[in-house]
């Protein structure tokens, strides 16, 4: 099956600094991948849809100069979070879409990333 | 628009007795729907998918689930539950352009020995 690595999974950082996860598809290449934020107990919200090649496409109330999104190439895409608070710990999620195959239009979910800001 | 219900957000059952795992949908066009299992501190694994072709499918793990249209709903069941069925699932819904997949807020599945 299609393989989505997220990287790190854990980051402790001090707040005011910026932090970078990378998501890269191992054996398939993404147009689109998404950016996925996760509070305690709580669902999936959707951050941002990620397309190679082009500007990322943010959701309301999500701040474009707060999370970067790069999508440089088909296998990679990085969410960066400037000057981090202790309000955006949280656990991150990325996943990623290969229209270039019949897989059926899935997303393939990383692992996530638990972001701690002190 | 669409959205969908998880009706319940903690579910307990007894060690091999049936899970069933309530979804319901909203959508103004045909839906794609799924459902996703996470276990604790690691990203979502899919478990199966509809996306109108057989209205009964099954999964991963022993899991199957109906689309049924009248009902609006795609619920989840597994006949006899293991400890290892312990997580969170989430129901999921999109639209037949995948441009969006809106979540559900999640059940979280108790096993009891």
């Known amino acids: 099956g299609a393989v989505v690595s997220q990287h790190p999974s854990r980051v402790i950082c001090k707040s005011g600094t910026s932090v970078k996860i990378e998501c890269r598809s191992l054996?398939?290449?993404?147009?689109?991948m998404f950016w996925y934020r996760q509070f305690p107990k709580q669902s999936l919200m959707l951050m941002a849809t990620?397309?190679?090649?082009?500007?990322?496409?943010?959701e309301q109330g999500v701040e474009k100069d707060k999370f970067l999104i790069n999508h440089a190439s088909l296998t990679l895409s990085t969410l960066t979070v400037t000057s981090a608070h202790p309000e955006d710990s949280s656990f991150y999620i990325c996943?990623?879409?290969?229209?270039?195959?019949?897989?059926?239009?899935?997303?393939?979910f990383g692992a996530g990333t638990r972001l701690s800001v002190l | 628009a669409q959205s969908v219900t998880q009706l319940g957000s903690h579910v307990s059952v007894s060690e091999g007795a049936l899970v069933l795992l309530r979804c319901n949908y909203s959508?103004?066009?045909?839906?794609?729907l799924f459902w996703y299992v996470q276990y604790p501190n690691q990203g979502l694994q899919l478990l199966l998918k509809?996306?109108?072709?057989?209205?009964l499918v099954k999964g991963i793990n022993g899991f199957e689930a109906e689309f049924k249209k009248s009902e609006t709903s795609f619920h989840l069941t597994k006949p006899s539950a293991h400890m290892s069925d312990a997580a969170e699932y989430f129901c999921?819904?999109?639209?037949?352009?995948?441009?969006?997949?809106?979540f559900g807020t999640g059940t979280k599945l108790q096993v009891i020995p």
């Open positions: 999921a819904v999109s639209d037949r352009s995948y441009q969006k997949v809106t």
């Open positions: 054996d398939f290449q993404a147009t689109t």
């Open positions: 959508s103004s066009v045909p839906p794609y």
């Open positions: 509809y996306t109108s072709a057989a209205t």
């Open positions: 996943s990623a879409r290969d229209t270039s195959r019949d897989r059926g239009n899935i997303q393939y």
């Open positions: 990620s397309n190679e090649g082009s500007k990322a496409t943010y």
